[in-house]
């Protein structure tokens, strides 16, 4: 049986979401602020996270320990705002993604799940 992160194409698809996803939040006013000025390790820890939640290898716990998504988000104030910038960023980039209608939409109900776990506004 194939997992996700096979039927996108592996690390590669990751990479690429994260990078796509990035570039959207260097242009976002409501969502740069939260970000740290260098944002390539962000971006590499984001396509190792997801990578490894859809079935690919374990680097991100290997490097990082247990990704505790809501406590290292703690630090940031996460409101509404936030969230939707953030939804629509990632939406959007997976929009661009070339994944199939289904594993599009299964991506999008993570991410929607995802943005309100880190609502602490």
Do not use: C, K
């Not at 260098?38 to 971006?43: A, F, Q, R, S, Y």
């Amino acid at each position: 049986m194939s997992s996700v992160y096979d039927e996108l194409g592996g690390q590669a698809f990751f990479d690429a979401l994260a990078h796509r996803f990035y570039e959207r939040v260097e242009a976002d006013s409501v969502l740069r602020p939260l970000y740290p000025d260098d944002l390539g390790p962000g971006e590499q820890h984001l396509a190792q996270f997801l990578a490894q939640y859809w079935g690919g290898p374990t680097t991100y716990s290997d490097e990082r320990g247990h990704p505790r998504l809501r406590m290292r988000h703690a630090p940031f104030v996460i409101g509404q705002a936030q969230r939707d910038a953030w939804y629509g960023a990632m939406a959007a980039s997976v929009a661009e993604s070339g994944a199939g209608p289904e594993l599009q939409q299964q991506l999008l109900d993570y991410f929607a799940m995802a943005a309100d776990h880190l609502v602490n506004e």
